[in-house]
């Protein structure tokens, strides 16, 4: 079993910079990848970044290319997300999620276009609030 522990988020103003990480144990991380989901209220989750098993692989929703920055970190089991130019649209619950093989090596549209049922990903973090403020 992979357990996956987040930290990071709070709240920053608009134009301001987070950094969300999330932690894994339990077993072999290196063979997982890692996307962030958030949820915002009174809508439904949707994919943020992601980064396949080997790190040379990510991908992005649309509306964060360019601000959001994902990447890991094999030797200390963590993978993290680097927000920058943050926008009120941006407030959410923040969620990483692991998906093994055979998902491990891609990070598909489908995880960002609104389709996507999560059924790869087995393994969730907590969740972590980010909000986006004055």
């Known amino acids: 079993q992979l357990q996956l522990v987040q930290s990071g988020g709070g709240l920053v103003q608009p134009g301001g910079s987070l950094r969300l990480s999330c932690a894994a144990s339990g077993t072999t991380f290196d063979n997982y990848a890692i996307t962030w989901f958030r949820q915002a209220p009174g809508k439904g989750r949707e994919g943020v970044a992601c980064?396949?098993?080997?790190?040379?692989?990510?991908n992005y929703a649309e509306s964060v290319k360019g601000r959001f920055t994902i990447s890991r970190d094999d030797a200390k089991n963590t993978v993290y997300l680097q927000m920058d130019s943050l926008k009120p649209e941006d407030t959410a619950v923040y969620y990483c999620?692991?998906?093994?093989?055979?998902?491990?090596?891609?990070?598909?549209?489908?995880?960002?276009?609104?389709?996507?049922?999560?059924?790869?990903?087995?393994?969730w973090g907590q969740g972590t609030q980010v909000t986006v403020s004055t």
């Open positions: 999620a692991a998906a093994g093989p055979p998902l491990h090596a891609t990070c598909p549209r489908a995880y960002f276009d609104g389709t996507y049922q999560f059924t790869g990903h087995n393994f």
């Open positions: 980064i396949n098993y080997s790190g040379d692989r990510v």
